[in-house]
Every structure is written in C-alpha cells, then in structure tokens.
C-alpha cells in the first residue's frame, strides 16, 4: 500500500502547531461522488509566498512531522492583537467537490485560529477556518467548505456572488 502523506507543521512562537492531511482511506466497491485528494504533502515543498503581513516564515521541517519525513513549518510573532495574523499563499488545484480541508494539526493550546483560503472558479476568495488551536499535541480538524460559516468564515477578495463555484484551489494557509 502507499505510505501515508507527510505532514504539515505550524511553529507558533514560541510552540509548535503542525498540520498534515489525513492518511489515506480505502474505498468500497461502490459508486462514491468525486472528492478531493491529498493536496500537498510538503515532501515536495513547494513556493509558498508570503502576503502583505510580515510577521512570519513558513518553511519545510523535519524535526517533527505525523508522517513521511518533512512538515511545514509556520513561526509568527504578532506584535499587536491589531496585527495578528500572516498569510502563506499557494495556488493548488482541489480535485472533486469536497466538503471540507482536513489536516493534522500539531497543537500548542495558542488558542490562534489556523485558517485556509479557498479560491473559486470566478475569483472568489473565501477564508474557512480549522478553529482554535486549543489543544496540546496530534489532532486531526477540518475546515469545512460552507460560506455560511460562523465568523472567521468569509469572502476575503474578489467578486463577491455568496457562491463557493467549483472547481477550486487552496489559495493559501
């Protein structure tokens, strides 16, 4: 069988946040809809850009990883509530039409929320939250992909039709 996908890691200074997709899962015989894949597995890490907000770096690690050999790492320093957050882009097409981004998350109880953000086919970019990193340790969260989602839920730019138009891309972490 194939091995498992590589994590990705968050470092929030001064802990460790660390996100990886899910292993993969076997299939049944049966017709199932079309669904997302594996997105990037930071083996291969990729050109990640940072945004506008100059508060961090995102970088491939190997000292701590849920599988594979590397993760990515993101260390941030806010140096005011006003100014804390930091953006890592990176167009990946999404296959399918999933409902959710699913990642291991290496946890530092920071209590930071750890978004992604989602591209559609007209432009539009939504902001899909995984929640607060209140835990300590492996755990697996999701962002699921509805724009009628609570608050950090939200169009971040583009036109703006209250749409999430398939096909997609994960725009950025």
């Given amino acids: 069988p194939p091995l498992p996908p590589p994590a990705i890691t968050v470092q929030v200074q001064p802990a460790v946040v660390t996100l990886a997709p899910p292993p993969p899962q076997p299939t049944t015989g049966s ?29 491939q690690a190997a000292e701590t990883f849920h599988s594979g050999m ?7 320093n806010f140096p005011t509530p006003g100014n804390d957050y930091v953006v890592f882009m990176r167009n990946i097409p999404m296959g399918g039409n999933g409902q959710a981004v699913i990642a291991w998350v290496y946890g530092d ?4 929320y750890l ?8 432009g539009e970019v939504w902001s899909f939250p995984f929640g ?22 939200g169009h971040v730019s583009g036109p703006a039709n ?5 096909p997609i891309n994960l725009y950025a972490l």
């Fill in 162 to 166: 209250g749409v999430l138009d398939y």
């Fill in 132 to 153: 607060r990193i209140q835990h300590i340790g492996w755990q697996q969260m999701a962002a699921p992909l509805n724009v009628l989602g609570a608050w950090p839920t």
């Fill in 109 to 112: 109880n920071s209590g930071h």
């Fill in 115 to 122: 978004n992604c953000w989602v591209k559609d086919s007209t």
């Fill in 70 to 76: 590397f993760s990515g790492r993101l260390n941030y």
């Fill in 31 to 59: 017709a199932r809809p079309p669904t997302c894949s594996l997105l990037t597995d930071f083996e291969q890490f990729g050109a990640w850009k940072r945004g506008d907000e100059p508060f961090g770096t995102f970088v």
